[in-house]
């Protein structure tokens, strides 16, 4: 069976730099701002890459309309021209990686390998899937139950694609087939959390790994996990590790 390609939009003067990419039998797709804006009608991609170079703007406009229409596709979000105000807004569009030019190929390629494999690991088989809940639940503490319904399997797949976006309650509850009191009621049966604390140990759980990367602030990483409140990742992070983003991230050098 085919693989659905990767998805560049990228204007004619970066293709060369794409090309240059060595990712194991993946297809790359390319197109322009104007044809991307127009592929989001059909879109059938594994990941979306969005170089919007210097209009940054219209980077963001066309990340908004690809996650409107495919909240689960990933997407790496790079320019030439940032500013907190750009990551910021980026994230909360729900990119899953930004990237400030210019950015090595070994950088970019290793991160799109990575966002495949997370994609592809929880989509092909229910066990995989199952594998994938106790990866995100490995530092919490918690152990799921052996048999989780299919439903609370979609909802967990959800939340791993969208933790930078605002998510709701009744996103869930859809996502699972059931009717919000039903959902929180089986979610907390088996993964022992309400849906929401979940939530937050999952986020907190990317934090501690995106700390590792020196380059990103505290303030940037609080965004992109999807903390609209600084004060309150401080809060949260301290309360699952029994420390403060910075001390956690100073204690890795």
Do not use: W
């Not at 009744?170 to 087939?177: K, Q």
């Amino acid at each position: 069976m085919n693989k659905e390609p990767i998805v560049v939009i990228a204007g004619v003067e970066s293709r060369a730099f794409y090309q240059a990419l060595q990712v194991e039998e993946e297809r790359l797709h390319f197109c322009s701002a104007e044809d991307g804006a127009k592929l989001f009608g059909n879109c059938g991609a594994a990941l979306l890459i969005i170089d919007c170079g210097v209009d940054a703007e219209r980077g963001l406009q066309l990340l908004l309309t690809a996650k409107q229409n495919y909240p689960s596709l990933p997407v790496i979000f790079l320019t030439d021209a940032s500013s907190e105000e750009v990551v910021i807004r980026a994230f909360k569009a729900g990119t899953r990686e930004y990237f400030k030019k210019p950015v090595t190929v070994a950088e970019l390629q290793g991160t799109m390998v990575e966002l495949l494999r997370l994609r592809r690991s929880v989509s092909e088989t229910r066990e995989s899937l199952c594998l994938h809940v106790k990866s995100l639940l490995a530092g919490t503490g918690l152990q799921p139950s052996t048999d989780l319904p299919e439903g609370l399997l979609r909802t967990v797949r959800y939340l791993a694609d969208n933790l930078c976006r605002e998510i709701y309650l009744d996103n869930l509850a859809g996502e699972a087939g059931m009717s919000k009191y039903h959902f929180c009621r089986v979610f907390k049966c088996h993964l022992g959390m309400s849906p929401m604390q979940f939530l937050a140990a999952m986020r907190i759980e990317r934090a501690k790994l995106m700390l590792r990367r020196p380059e990103l602030t505290v303030a940037s990483i609080a965004f992109k996990v999807g903390f609209n409140d600084i004060s309150d990742f401080i809060r949260q992070f301290k309360r699952q590790t029994g420390a403060t983003p910075t001390a956690y991230k100073d204690s890795l050098r």
